[in-house]
């Protein structure tokens, strides 16, 4: 399992991204996540510079967090 902190979050659209522990915060470094892949079932409760740990997987070719749990 991976830690990082939310860098961004759409809540409308669904879906944020992710800048990994000891990453600089940029689009380049950031992992995106979907709602549907966070483990707190209040989606609404993640907020900017939240911080998380999480499962890295390649979907649909790209690099993406599920099982995003905050704390």
């Known amino acids: 399992m ?3 902190t939310i860098s961004s979050i ?8 992710i800048t990994p522990n000891g990453k600089d915060r940029n689009k ?4 995106f996540f979907h709602c549907t892949r966070v483990v707190d ?3 609404l409760k ?3 510079d939240d911080r998380v ?3 890295e997987t390649i979907r649909n070719g790209s690099l993406q967090a599920v099982d995003v749990v905050a704390y």
Do not use: E, H, M, T
């Open 46 to 48: 993640i907020k900017v």
């Open 2 to 4: 991976k830690s990082g």
């Open 28 to 31: 380049k470094n950031d992992i």
């Open 10 to 17: 759409g809540y409308k659209r669904g879906y944020g991204f």
């Open 41 to 43: 079932p209040d989606f």
């Open 53 to 55: 740990d999480y499962i």
